[in-house]
T-cell receptor, first 113, second 115 residues
Framework: AQSVAQPEDQVNVAEGNPLTVKCTYS??????LFWYVQYPNRGLQFLLK??????LVKGSYGFEAEFNKSQTSFHLKKPSALVSDSALYFC???????????FGTGTKLQVIP | DTAVSQTPKYLVTQMGNDKSIKCEQN?????MYWYKQDSKKFLKIMFS???????INETVPNRFSPKSPDKAHLNLHINSLELGDSAVYFC??????????????FGSGTRLTVV
């Protein structure tokens, strides 16, 4: 079985400050991990993924995520938040050898001007 | 434009009716998905097809029936609509994962409201 948890329903951060959106996962094998962003009334957009290799993954719009195997986490980060980053962020996981991707419950990011 | 396109974007219908949502992708992907997003924004997989073959079929009422005439299309038909079916339905596509951990491309959603 696989699962993913996003412990924060909402994260507020001031514009220009660093942001972190948390994600932890559970798989029986090795994980494929993803972050997606959803703007209002839009579909999800792929941001970045971790498959193997370097634990720090860089993605679109200046976002990055750090894979931590010992903590089973894959937190999304950005050094300097923009108001336009305000959106709903989903973490997702897929266990290797398993076709289904499981999405987290989403975290609403609010960047305050 | 290369994309996943869904029609209609909005659908308002009465309880008991039968309706269909269409999805098409021109990305050359071989796998397509239907997800349901409820009012709390939870996303749940419903179905997945690879080259017209059903590969994921979650616990979904059998009033929901997917149809994939070819690998570029995946339609969703819903019979006897109920109030609880109101949600946003997202179509997505990808290449079947061969170990690359592919990301999905989502359509912009169909907001279904059952009254």
């Amino acid at each position: 079985a696989q699962s993913v948890a996003q412990p924060e329903d909402q994260v507020n951060v001031a514009e220009g400050n660093p942001l972190t959106v948390k994600c932890t996962y559970s798989v029986s094998g090795n994980p494929y991990l993803f972050w997606y962003v959803q703007y209002p009334n839009r579909g999800l957009q792929f941001l970045l993924k971790y498959i193997t290799g370097d634990n720090l993954v860089k993605g679109s719009y200046g976002f990055e995520a750090e894979f931590n195997k010992s903590q089973t986490s894959f937190h999304l980060k950005k050094p300097s938040a923009l108001v336009s980053d305000s959106a709903l962020y989903f973490c997702a996981v897929r266990d290797t050898g398993y076709q289904k991707v499981t999405f987290g419950t989403g975290t609403k990011l609010q960047v305050i001007p | 434009d290369t994309a996943v396109s869904q029609t209609p974007k909005y659908l308002v219908t009465q309880m008991g009716n039968d309706k269909s949502i269409k999805c098409e992708q021109n990305l050359g992907h071989d796998t397509m998905y239907w997800y349901k997003q409820d009012s709390k924004k939870f996303l749940k997989i419903m179905f997945s097809y690879n080259n017209k073959e059903l590969i994921i079929n979650e616990t979904v009422p059998n009033r929901f029936s997917p149809k994939s005439p070819d690998k570029a299309h995946l339609n969703l038909h819903i019979n006897s609509l109920e109030l609880g079916d109101s949600a946003v339905y997202f179509c997505a596509s990808s290449l079947l994962d061969s170990g690359a951990g592919v990301g999905y491309t989502f359509g912009s959603g169909t907001r279904l409201t059952v009254v």
